[in-house]
């Protein structure tokens, strides 16, 4: 994945608009041979939903967002969920 990563930012600074945006945007430039197909990507993040270290989107075992590894064919949740 090529997409460019926020190495400082706090919650209260980041507008939950654009975080949405930005986390589109690199979901969406992520060349199809790499994107997991539709069904994985939402069973994921049905996955991640139901998991306690879920908090904004962000999974406090990784510190990751969770929609944005969710959508790459080769991620997996780092307690081996998916």
Known sequence: MSARRCLRCLLREFDEDTYIRTLKEHIERTPAG????????????????????????????????????????RSRCPYGKW
């Open 34 to 73: 790499d994107r997991a197909a539709p069904e994985i990507y939402k069973t994921r993040l049905d996955t991640c939903k139901s998991c306690d270290r879920l908090e904004r989107g962000t999974c406090l075992a990784c510190g990751c967002y969770v929609e944005l590894r969710a959508a790459s064919r």
